[in-house]
C-alpha cells in the first residue's frame, strides 16, 4: 500500500503563486508515474499534469505554461509549481500515484484563488 500525502494548498491572489507538494510511501518511488488531479465545486475531477516515472511531462491545456510538475526520487516527493494563478484554478488538488499495477491517492489538498 502506498501512503500518498499533498501539503502546500491555500487561499492566493489572482496572478499569484503557489507550490504543492506530495510524498509517497514506497522504496520504489522512482518507477511510479505520478499525476496530479483537481476538482472543482459541482465539477468533475479532472487530469490537470502528470511526470512520468522517466521524467516525461503532461499538462492540460488549461495550465500549460503556468504550471510545472517536478520529482525528487531522493525525497519521494512530487511537486506542483503554480504561477499566474486564476479564480478558474480554484480546486481541492489531488495527487496519484501509479505504480503499474494500482493507483493511490491522497486525501486532497484546497487552492482557493481569490482577491
Known amino acids: 500500500q502506498v501512503q500518498v500525502v499533498e501539503s502546500g494548498g491555500g487561499l492566493v491572489q489572482p496572478g499569484g503563486s503557489l507550490r504543492l507538494s506530495c510524498a509517497a510511501s514506497g522504496s520504489m518511488f522512482r518507477i511510479y508515474d505520478m499525476r496530479w488531479y483537481r476538482q472543482a465545486p459541482g465539477k468533475q475531477r479532472e487530469l490537470v499534469t502528470v511526470i512520468a516515472s522517466g521524467g516525461s511531462t503532461y499538462y492540460a491545456d488549461s495550465v500549460k505554461g503556468r504550471f510545472t510538475i517536478s520529482r525528487d526520487n531522493a525525497k519521494n516527493t512530487v511537486y506542483l509549481q503554480m504561477s499566474s494563478l486564476k479564480p478558474e484554478d480554484t480546486a481541492v488538488y489531488y495527487c496519484?500515484?501509479?505504480?503499474?499495477?494500482?493507483?493511490?491517492w491522497g486525501q486532497g489538498t484546497q487552492v482557493t484563488v481569490s482577491s
Open positions: 496519484n500515484a501509479f505504480d503499474g499495477r494500482a493507483d493511490f
